[in-house]
């Protein structure tokens, strides 16, 4: 893949370090949902948005990501996002992640989301308007996976 030169390495140690500098640790601990992985030994951005028990918590992931990507500075970055059992429906959040994507859009690639409902795909579809970002949905991890690195 040319143009990514990132070390998958140096990325997951840098990630610790940097989410706990980004923003404060609560009780669900930074690097708990902003991880890296690696498919086809390619890096790729992995942010859990998944299970939360209110909005708030996907609100501030969503910010603590969003200061993460644009912290790290890095160009080209393929982002994977699993929001199963998520708030993404609820219009605070739709505003959080409408900023987030625009606000991210210098720095990303490509972005597949996993676990996406009928309701969330029409507002993935007004976020793809609002950003350009291309954000593209998928059923599993492996399909969202070969995607961002084909």
Do not use: C
């Not at 890296?36 to 859990?48: G, Q, R, V, Y």
């Not at 910010?63 to 994977?80: C, D, F």
């Not at 059923?139 to 961002?148: G, I, M, N, S, V």
């Amino acid at each position: 893949m040319k143009g990514l030169q990132l070390n998958i390495k140096n990325l997951q140690k840098n990630t610790e370090f940097d989410t706990k500098v980004i923003s404060e640790i609560d009780d669900e601990g930074p690097t708990n949902r902003i991880k890296w992985i690696e498919h086809k030994k390619i890096p790729i951005l992995f942010a859990d948005y998944s299970n939360f028990e209110n909005p708030e918590q996907t609100i501030k992931t969503i910010q603590r990501v969003t200061n993460y990507i644009i912290k790290l500075g890095y160009k080209e970055i393929l982002m994977l996002i699993d929001v199963r059992n998520s708030f993404a429906d609820e219009k605070k959040v739709v505003d959080t992640l409408k900023n987030a994507s625009k606000e991210t859009k210098p720095y990303l690639r490509k972005v597949a989301v996993v676990g996406v409902t009928s309701t969330q795909e029409f507002i993935l579809k007004i976020i793809n308007m609002f950003s350009g970002l291309g954000i593209k949905s998928f059923e599993t991890f492996d399909d969202a996976k070969e995607w961002l690195v084909e």
